[in-house]
């Protein structure tokens, strides 16, 4: 379910985010994300950005691996 | 010719019915662009024949919107047959084409069409020869359908096949893939999504001749069209009996291309193409190919993107991301979005 | 440090079994080939994650007697358009004149119906959370406008009470990340109370496969202690989104909803309140009650719970190919069935 896609916001206007996935653009509601500026990355769903995300996975799956080598036990 | 017409004016049922009106559509938009010594006003042209073996197909052509970024229905029509001939290494020479023109269709874009195949098969190196003209009724069919059939001179020394792909062969393809298939998609406006992309829709005589220049020894080539690459692939992997492994980084695919497909959950191998290749070679005759592809104008971006092997015959296996082996799925129906 | 892919290679612990409960991990799984490097100890078991193969048959009859006899035209994601019904598809009603147009985003077809407003346009509001305050914005949206000629047909589901009638279905959840975006990872934490084991997962090679790495370290340093983490924290933070939850909240309430497969789920599902009734496409057409029939051979609830594989069904590969697709794990590319027999086993498939 859900394929979702990560992309920059180009511009906002009147609760509509003008979203760009590697030159692919589209129109999408910014209607559930009340501070969304012009360079934030947001996870697109079906037209609708529904949530603010940072851009790239490598770091986070570094930084989850690490904390299993250390203790087992991580914050959740 | 004729002040009875002028720019503002549509193709009328009266276009079609075989009178003077006919005639002066003939004159006005067809005669005008395809002008050339062989050209007939007879019934069939009379043409000569060389010795050796002729290439002789036909295609029929629908599209919607019948312009897109890169070309119309005019230049697609001449491509996919000129490309058919190209394929099997053949010079195209003569080309006859069908139109069937809906009652309504502005003359303003019929001549649109008209000039672009005309610029079209100048730069293929092919004459059209012959041709017809129907008009339906209004929503019979959708604006213009062209219906190409050409002829080509086989070049001596070249024989490709579907049938005759080998194991140890290499996969090229000659530049990034999906194209043609993407634009469409845009055009048509119905997901609202804008990216800079045009279609690779082109004709590729040159580029086979560059190949064949640089080799002989070429088992296949085959044009990436309805079904893009993966259909290709699966068909050759059946016509040969043997099987494919490709190699999923390799394939190259315009970062827009990419962006749209992952908007729509679309996989770009199976996005048509109209100006792409196919085409299966001797490891030990890639490189050679390869040099020469990258020099031409409609294959930059060629790479080798797999190798014929003997295991697992009919089948395509990728290897994908995370080197794993996975088999590339079989094409089948209309491809659809892909959302929840 | 062991990558993500070494731990999952190498590992030798006891069997466990995965199950993910998204189609878009369903589809990743297969397209990378994940099960490929598994060691046999370990089992990838396909869930109920895709709307539309959990969305029974009688649905699509009610929305082809909709386009066929009420003359609407149907606004659907593409991922509907081949689902058997009783009689037939979305696709075999439009090769009978029936208008269905596929759309990215629901509020593209308010869009259409406003600019149709001689036409009745109905949008198959299927999914799971992540998709419903998409057709919650549409329906607001086109209350708004006063939009007359729009309405839904609704089907949405929600995960948790899935979650608690799969339970002992698999030795840990691989959660799906957009879900948990919308709603945050309350629902895991409790899951975990009820000794439910998961993970949050996203969707790229490194995040699928981080989150197996986690699961398989988890399971092996307290076994039998079930536990969850979110291995997605750049998509899904704790409290989802305030703001679609209380959307959603304001525009739909829970119902029962029946699970193709599965059978009627309690409150497992989501309908719009009576104040946007007017936009309830079966109140609007007063559709009568519909029950779909399924072919009995289908064995598509089963390989939902992990009861048996798709190659176990006798109707797979033969009767039921995903060009002639009878069940609905057949049906969607992000079908388990599918799934199986497009990317199924390169020597044996």
């Given at each position: 379910m859900c394929v979702g896609l990560s992309a920059r916001v180009v511009s906002i206007e009147d609760g509509t985010a003008l979203i760009d996935a590697s030159g692919a653009k589209r129109r999408v509601s910014a209607d559930l994300i009340d501070d969304l500026e012009p360079g934030d990355y947001v996870m697109v769903h079906a037209g609708v950005a529904i949530a603010k995300i940072t851009d790239t996975d490598a770091d986070e799956s570094r930084k989850i691996m690490e904390s299993l080598d250390g203790n087992g036990e991580t914050d959740h | 010719m004729d002040n009875n017409m002028n720019a503002n004016d549509f193709v009328t049922l009266a276009h079609g019915a075989g009178g003077r009106q006919t005639a002066e559509l003939i004159d006005r938009v067809f005669k005008a662009h395809f002008s050339n010594p062989d050209f007939t006003g007879d019934d069939a042209a009379v043409l000569p024949v060389d010795a050796g073996k002729i290439a002789f197909t036909t295609d029929g052509f629908i599209v919607s919107p019948f312009e897109f970024p890169g070309g119309n229905i005019g230049k697609l029509s001449i491509c996919g047959t000129v490309n058919d001939l190209a394929c099997m290494g053949a010079k195209p020479l003569y080309l006859a084409c069908a139109f069937v023109i809906e009652e309504g269709f502005p003359l303003a874009k019929l001549e649109e069409i008209a000039a672009a195949m005309k610029k079209t098969a100048d730069e293929a190196g092919v004459r059209i020869v012959a041709g017809d003209t129907k008009v339906a009724g209004k929503g019979q069919v959708d604006h213009v359908f062209i219906t190409t059939t050409g002829v080509g001179q086989l070049t001596e020394g070249v024989r490709t096949s579907g049938a005759f792909a080998r194991p140890g062969d290499a996969v090229i393809v000659t530049g990034d893939v999906g194209r043609h298939g993407c634009t469409i998609l845009l055009a048509r406006n119905e997901f609202e999504i804008d990216a800079d992309v045009t279609s690779d829709c082109a004709p590729l005589w040159g580029t086979v001749k560059s190949m064949?220049?640089?080799s002989r020894d070429i088992h296949v080539?085959?044009?990436?069209?309805?079904?893009?690459?993966?259909?290709?692939?699966?068909?050759?992997?059946?016509?040969?009996?043997?099987?494919?492994?490709?190699?999923?980084?390799?394939?190259?695919?315009?970062?827009?291309?990419?962006?749209?497909?992952?908007?729509?959950?679309?996989?770009?191998?199976?996005?048509?193409?109209?100006?792409?290749?196919?085409?299966?070679?001797?490891?030990?005759?890639?490189?050679?190919?390869?040099?020469?592809?990258?020099?031409?104008?409609?294959?930059?971006?060629?790479?080798?993107?797999?190798?014929?092997?003997?295991?697992?015959?009919?089948?395509?296996?990728?290897?994908?991301?995370?080197?794993?082996?996975?088999?590339?799925?079989?094409?089948?129906?209309?491809?659809?979005?892909?959302?929840? | 440090m062991e990558t993500a892919k070494q731990i999952i290679e190498s590992y030798d612990g006891r069997k466990l079994r995965v199950m993910e409960v998204c189609g878009t991990h369903t589809h990743e799984i297969f397209r990378l080939g994940i099960r490929r490097i598994l060691p046999p100890q370990i089992e990838l078991i396909s869930g109920p994650g895709c709307p539309v193969c959990v969305t029974p048959a009688g649905y699509i009859d009610e929305a082809v007697?909709?386009?066929?006899?009420?003359?609407?035209?149907?606004?659907?994601?593409?991922?509907?358009?081949?689902?058997?019904?009783?009689?037939?598809?979305?696709?075999?009603?439009?090769?009978?004149?029936?208008?269905?147009?596929?759309?990215?985003?629901?509020?593209?077809?308010?869009?259409?119906?406003?600019?149709?407003?001689?036409?009745?346009?109905?949008?198959?509001?299927?999914?799971?959370?992540?998709?419903?305050?998409?057709?919650?914005?549409?329906?607001?949206?086109?209350?708004?406008?006063?939009l007359a000629n729009f309405s839904i047909l609704g089907a949405n589901k929600t995960m948790p009470n899935a979650y608690k009638a799969l339970k002992g279905s698999a030795d840990a959840f691989l959660y799906p990340g957009h879900v948990n975006a919308i709603t945050g990872t309350a629902v895991c934490e409790d899951l975990v109370k009820l000794g439910v084991s998961g993970v949050?997962?996203?969707?790229?090679?490194?995040?699928?496969?981080?989150?197996?790495?986690?699961?398989?370290?988890?399971?092996?340093?307290?076994?039998?202690?079930?536990?969850?983490?979110?291995?997605?924290?750049?998509?899904?933070?704790?409290?989802?989104?305030?703001?679609?939850?209380?959307?959603?909240?304001?525009?739909?309430?829970?119902?029962?909803?029946?699970?193709?497969?599965?059978?009627?789920?309690?409150?497992?599902?989501?309908?719009?309140?009576?104040?946007?009734?007017?936009?309830?496409?079966?109140?609007?057409?007063?559709?009568?009650?519909v029950a779909g029939r399924s072919n009995p051979a289908c064995r598509c609830g089963e390989v939902l719970q992990g009861k048996c594989k798709s190659t176990d069904c006798k109707l797979f590969g033969t009767a039921c190919t995903p060009l002639h697709p009878v069940g609905a794990c057949m049906v969607s590319n992000e079908g388990a069935c599918s799934a199986y027999y497009q990317y199924g086993d390169i020597l044996n498939g």
């Open positions: - | 064949i220049d640089a080539i085959r044009d990436a069209t309805r079904g893009g690459v993966g259909t290709v692939l699966y068909e050759i992997a059946d016509q040969s009996k043997v099987g494919i492994r490709l190699n999923s980084a390799d394939v190259p695919v315009a970062p827009e291309v990419r962006g749209v497909c992952g908007m729509l959950g679309l996989e770009p191998l199976y996005l048509a193409c109209e100006g792409r290749l196919v085409v299966f070679a001797p490891k030990s005759e890639a490189p050679a190919i390869l040099e020469a592809l990258r020099k031409g104008p409609y294959s930059a971006s060629a790479a080798i993107i797999g190798e014929v092997v003997a295991d697992h015959p009919g089948k395509v296996v990728m290897t994908t991301e995370i080197g794993a082996q996975s088999l590339l799925p079989q094409p089948g129906g209309e491809l659809l979005p892909r959302i929840c | 007697m909709l386009a066929l006899e009420h003359g609407a035209v149907i606004c659907t994601f593409g991922d509907l358009i081949r689902v058997p019904g009783s009689e037939m598809s979305l696709a075999g009603a439009r090769s009978k004149g029936a208008a269905v147009k596929t759309v990215y985003s629901p509020l593209d077809a308010v869009d259409f119906a406003r600019e149709n407003p001689d036409k009745q346009v109905v949008f198959l509001a299927v999914g799971f959370e992540t998709t419903v305050p998409a057709a919650c914005l549409a329906v607001k949206k086109a209350a708004a406008e006063g949050v997962a996203g969707f790229t090679a490194d995040e699928i496969l981080t989150a197996l790495a986690v699961i398989i370290r988890l399971s092996a340093s307290a076994p039998g202690e079930p536990f969850f983490r979110n291995c997605y924290p750049r998509v899904v933070r704790p409290e989802g989104s305030p703001a679609a939850l209380k959307l959603m909240d304001t525009v739909m309430e829970p119902c029962d909803a029946e699970w193709r497969g599965l059978g009627v789920i309690p409150m497992s599902g989501l309908k719009l309140r009576p104040a946007f009734a007017a936009y309830d496409a079966r109140l609007k057409f007063s559709l009568p009650p």
